[in-house]
């Protein structure tokens, strides 16, 4: 089970969160902090699993952003990678070509697209097409609610 | 603060309800319309997007800090308003602001009322904060898992679908109880939307929530039977969860899973997988869903576990995957370790796991490093079951001990250790110590003890043995654990005495390299130990080896140098203290030099040094003639194995955490009369001080020594030799000890050197008339040298220190009293019973020894100051005797801790026998929970004692019985006593239990 998942940029500003674990608060910056530090300071060619904790580590760069997520003893750590590329796939489909940009004003999109791929912690849907369906209706289903003409300051803009 | 339009004017009060305005003209009018004008045009809040514009703008941190503070007190005022309509703008803005590390919990409730709302955008981002914002507060959990109940129930799925997600990233206990319900519904909807996310949520209901998982049983039949791969990869997960639970469940699935067996049933939809052909919709790079793959190999991993049968029905589809599975890219890779994983857990055919095993050695040469470091990994959780397989690897992962990633280096170096053995030792130790001088210092601990332990286990020959712990020792530095440093002492101990003297010479030629002495404190330690100890054979013993000798005075030139080094620590002056007190002894010319030096600590700002040098001093002067004997050579010690608290280790490459055992040997008697070897008594007392684990060892060696006295002079000396003190080094605390110990030794010799003829062991009440004899004081060992460092070190040793020759010596008749058993059993020892041993744990049987009045101010003064810190003491409370026959005598004492009950068994033996393999079982009710320490000994010996320890913790108010079944063999016959004791006093149930 993944227990949390973050997304951070290269000069360290936390872009994505996603907590499967309960966690204080101010743990969870404490982690976030010491785990940015951690990876920020490896080498891209070193691996991309660390021991920490009683967890294990798995991230991987995309263009300036870390995926960095936190998996049990017993995980897959080579699947972890695939999960992350995965998600990448498809905020690369739902957002055409995705930047660092993007997530950082859509992140609310981000995060929507991160749930319908995992839940809990664990994958529920592996096929892409059935991922960016869910999304899509979703966005429709908002897009319906708001009036057109209201739909600038409506929507949240 | 109002959006743009009003809902209802007419409630409006009439100063703001403009319609009814009685001032109704063109300028009022006009005003209205500006008004109105300027509403809709500048109306609403900022917009998210051009908040985070706004933001990221910020150049500085401080012009971001108030940037974001504005915006926080706008929205808290738009929340004390109850504004509704740009509730969700604000919330946006607000996780936003969360996510920059600002505090955003004042939002917690209004994502409550947004995930309340009717429409969609505005429960897409109350749940959003929910799972964003909440923690495991009670109150607000209350609240929204009746959102979520609410939800749940709705007809829209995406709006299920909301809310199933957010129960699978924050639900608590107390949410998983209360919906456990709901979810089991839903896993039973005909929509594979809602069915998929349901599923999941039962795993993670299951996760918070153990017990609930007889409620999903039922549901989870048909999961497996389904086309849909979400609903697939949902139904193995929740179904792995279950069976990694609880061996009911797994043993339930194995049974009955609906129509089919689940093995055959995943080993199916696993070929469909595989043969399938190209399905584009769950396609990675040529594989096909290995995301589904994996769960299953997972799932067929448990099923297969010790089970032959369901092992028997997957070898085919393992070899199949095995094989043929595309390797190019990571996705393969994935499926193939998800397989040797599998393979490696369960009954597989040998052929199958050869296959697994060469997996893993093309994935060490693979130039991706994921890989090599899965590689390693799994080699280490497979290595035990097939170590030949994995020993072929074994140049590739000494190779892998370089890489510059250290989680790569830290797995091949665990792995390395597994692969060491008796034909490899060599080659193994020396690539280690190559990787141990470079390693970072995370590693030089870990590294050293798992080097040591191998040459322990494994070494070729002794000098070679010795020449690694040398070789240890300068690599790993100062990172050395303190039980590094005292097994090297007990090898060097127990090693012949050739072997002695080339590795004396080998430290002496180490501590000649500059620096070593600061950055190497272990190393010095050892040195110095080793060449007072061995001075004599270093400076004018045989020199088989042909090294060159150091003069006298460059020794002590090298001494001086230690021993006024700032960067030297306390400990290592200790020892290098000692180290110079003996060679005092084994020198032949500098002894002025020595003596001036160690005078010179007699005003030491340390106390533990001054205090040595004061009493070292006194060696040199009136008592001179006693310096010899008492700074004889200390006698070999037993070897014991070194046992490591390496808490990072998660490899298992060390096998025991038990404190350390060592045995002193019994230092036979030294004089003319003909050595007689005393009884000694190990006293061996586990104590747990406040919670912490400190071990201390006691050893209190009471040997006598019968001395060249004339026929009728006796010597009785009583070796009070080391209460060593041994604790894990972990602790820190128990700083009080090992000063009052070293108190002892001050103490002892006060008394001797002031009160002789009251001291003189063995004189009675009516001490007169004794001849000359002399009386030992053989203080073999002190113990607790470590006022500063948190680990004690039981090597710290002052070898033979014999205070004796008084001229009060006994008449042999006079000498030898009737009393306690105990001491008779010493004096019997003395009377030429080598063999005696006596086992003593509580002052109460130590003080059976003081009770002739036979040594009675000697050991009166010792004991109570041993007893206040060493010894865990019972002696009040009532003590309950369970068993009194045949000379046998066991007793309990129990004594009320924190959380326990601690008894305390003292078993003395006052027949004429010997019982051997004594051993005593206890048994208590069910309301009780009994922990047996390990007893003092096995073998009781004519007045021998054995004592042990036992706790127990109460779990409810019963009152506390127990039933004890005391074996042991006398003369070759097995013998059995068994007997119930109650009358313990009231052990209320512990908090732990409330």
């Known amino acids: 089970m993944m227990l949390f998942m973050l997304l951070f940029s290269r000069q360290g500003k936390l872009r994505l969160q996603k907590w499967y674990m309960a966690y204080p608060d101010k743990v969870k910056k404490k982690i976030t902090r010491e785990l940015v530090t951690t990876i920020l300071a490896r080498k891209p060619k070193m691996c991309s699993f660390l021991e920490w904790k009683d967890c294990k580590i798995v991230y991987k760069r995309y263009a300036s952003l870390y995926f960095c997520c936190a998996i049990e003893q017993n995980d897959n750590e080579l699947l972890t990678l695939e999960i992350i590329h995965r998600y990448v796939e498809l905020l690369d489909k739902y957002f055409g070509s995705v930047c660092e940009l993007d997530i950082i004003f859509n992140f609310e999109k981000a995060y929507f697209i991160l749930d319908e791929l995992l839940i809990g912690g664990e994958i529920q849907e592996t096929s892409k097409k059935n991922v960016l369906k869910a999304i899509a209706s979703q966005d429709l289903l908002q897009e319906d609610e708001t009036p057109q003409s209201f739909f600038d300051d409506h929507g949240l803009g | ?994």
Request: hydrophobic fraction near 40%; glycine fraction near 8%.
């Open chain 2, 1 to 994: 603060m109002y959006p743009y339009y009003e809902q209802d004017w007419s409630v409006l009060p009439p100063e703001n309800n403009r319609r009814f305005n009685p001032a109704f003209n063109m300028a009022t009018i006009r005003q209205a319309f500006t008004e109105a004008v300027e509403r809709v045009r500048m109306p609403t809040p900022t917009r998210l997007r051009d908040l985070i514009r706004q933001i990221r703008a910020a150049r500085t941190a401080a012009e971001e800090r108030a940037v974001v503070n504005k915006e926080c007190a706008y929205i808290r005022s738009t929340f004390r308003e109850e504004d509704s309509v740009w509730r969700c703008r604000n919330i946006a803005k607000l996780l936003y602001i969360h996510m920059l590390g600002y505090p955003a919990h004042f939002g917690q409730l209004e994502c409550l009322k947004l995930t309340a709302s009717t429409r969609f955008t505005d429960k897409r981002i109350g749940y959003l904060g929910a799972m964003l914002l909440l923690d495991e507060r009670q109150d607000v959990h209350l609240l929204i898992t009746n959102c979520l109940k609410n939800d749940l129930n709705s007809s829209t799925q995406f709006v299920v679908g909301l809310a199933l997600c957010t129960l699978g990233a924050i639900a608590s206990p107390e949410m998983a109880r209360d919906l456990a319900s709901e979810v089991e519904r839903l896993m039973k909807s005909p929509n594979t939307y809602i069915r998929k996310k349901a599923t999941l949520c039962a795993f993670r209901v299951i996760r918070r929530v153990p017990e609930l998982m007889e409620i999903f049983l039922p549901a989870t039949r048909s999961l497996l039977s389904e086309k849909n791969h979400g609903i697939l990869i949902t139904g193995v997960t929740l179904i792995t969860e279950m069976c990694e639970n609880s061996s009911d469940t797994l043993m339930h699935f194995k049974k009955d899973s609906g129509n089919r067996e689940i093995v055959p049933n995943l080993v199916r939809i696993l070929k469909n997988l595989i043969l399938g052909g190209y399905s584009p919709e769950h396609d990675v790079s040529g594989v096909s869903d290995p995301f589904l793959q994996v769960k299953i190999l997972r799932l067929l991993r448990i099923l297969g576990h010790n089970d032959p049968d369901a092992s028997e029905a997957m070898n085919d589809i393992l070899a199949q995957v095995a094989t043929n599975t595309e390797t190019s890219k990571n996705v393969g890779n994935t499926i193939l370790y998800e397989t040797v994983l599998s393979i490696m857990d369960i009954r597989s055919e040998g052929g199958l796991r050869v296959l697994a095993v060469n997996i893993l050695g093309r994935f060490l040469l693979n130039s991706d490093k994921n890989i090599r470091y899965v590689a390693l990994n799994t080699l280490l959780r497979t290595v035990h079951a097939d170590t030949s397989a994995v020993q072929r690897h074994r140049t590739t992962i000494l190779e892998c001990l370089k890489d510059p990633d250290v989680s790569i280096r830290r797995r091949a170096m665990e792995l390395s250790f597994a692969l060491i053995n008796a034909q490899n030792i060599r080659t193994m130790t020396k690539e280690l110590l190559l990787f141990l001088e470079k390693a970072d210092a995370e590693f030089k601990a870990q590294c050293s003890s798992g080097m040591i332990l191998a040459a322990e286990r494994y070494s070729p020959t002794t000098r070679w043995h010795l020449d690694t712990q040398l070789s240890v020792l300068i690599a790993a530095g100062n990172y050395v654990r303190d039980d590094v440093v005292s097994s090297t002492i007990q090898l060097v101990s127990s090693s012949p005495v050739p072997e002695q003297t080339y590795i004396t010479n080998r430290f002496w030629e180490s501590l000649q390299v500059a620096n070593h002495c600061e950055d190497k404190q272990p190393l010095l330690q050892v040195a110095v130990w080793a060449i007072g100890e061995y001075g004599d054979l270093f400076m004018y013993g045989a020199n088989e080896d042909e090294f060159e000798r150091p003069t006298e005075s460059d020794l002590i030139a090298v001494y001086h140098k230690f021993l006024t080094s700032a960067q030297v620590s306390t400990t290592s002056k200790q020892y290098a203290l000692v180290s110079l007190a003996k060679l005092s002894t084994r020198l032949q010319q500098c002894v002025e030099e020595i003596q001036a030096l160690i005078t010179s600590f007699g005003s030491h700002l340390n106390v533990d040094l001054q205090q040595r040098g004061v009493e070292f001093t006194q060696l040199f002067g009136h008592y001179k003639h006693l310096r010899p004997p008492l700074l004889e050579k200390m006698p070999a010690m037993q070897i014991s194995r070194i046992s490591s608290q390496n808490g990072e280790s998660g490899g298992g490459s060390f096998d025991d955490n038990s404190p350390d055992v060592i045995e002193n040997g019994v230092e036979g008697g030294g004089g003319g009369g003909g050595g007689v070897g005393g009884g000694h008594s190990l006293i061996e007392s586990n104590m747990n001080t406040l919670g912490d684990n400190t071990n201390i060892l006691l050893d209190l060696l009471g040997s006598t020594d019968l001395s060249a006295g004339g026929a009728g002079d006796l010597v009785a000396a009583t070796d009070l030799s080391n209460a060593v003190h041994k604790k894990n080094s972990r602790n820190a605390n128990d700083v009080a000890a090992p000063v009052s110990n070293n108190q002892d030794l001050l103490d002892l010799l006060d008394l001797d050197l002031s009160t002789p003829t009251s001291t003189t062991t063995g004189a009675p009440a009516g001490g007169g008339g004794v001849g000359g004899g002399g009386i030992g004081i053989g203080i073999l060992a002190l113990a607790g040298d470590n006022n500063q460092s948190s680990a004690a070190n039981m090597n710290n040793m002052l070898g033979g220190l014999d205070l004796g020759g008084f001229g009060s010596g006994l008449d042999g008749s006079a000498s030898i009293p009737t009393n306690g058993n105990d001491l008779a059993s010493m004096l019997g020892g003395l009377g030429g019973v080598p063999a005696a041993s006596a086992a003593l744990t509580t002052p109460a049987a130590a003080g059976n020894l003081i009770d002739g009045g036979h040594a009675g101010s000697l050991l009166g003064d010792l004991n109570p100051t041993a007893a206040s810190n060493n010894i865990v003491v019972p002696p009040q409370g009532p003590r309950l005797t369970a068993l009194d026959r045949d000379g046998l005598l066991v007793q309990l004492v129990s004594v009320r801790g924190n959380d326990c009950m601690r008894i305390y068994m003292t078993t003395t033996n006052s027949s004429a026998n010997t019982l051997e393999q004594y051993l005593l079982k206890a048994a208590v009710q069910r309301s009780f929970q009994l922990q047996m320490l390990t007893p003092s000994g096995s073998v009781l010996p004519p007045g021998g004692v054995i004592t042990q320890e036992m706790r127990v913790v109460a779990t409810s108010n019963a009152t506390l019985r127990m039933r004890l079944r005391i074996q042991y063999v006398l003369d070759g016959q097995q013998q059995v006593e068994q007997t119930e004791v109650s009358g313990f006093p009231e052990q209320q149930p512990s908090a732990a239990e409330e």
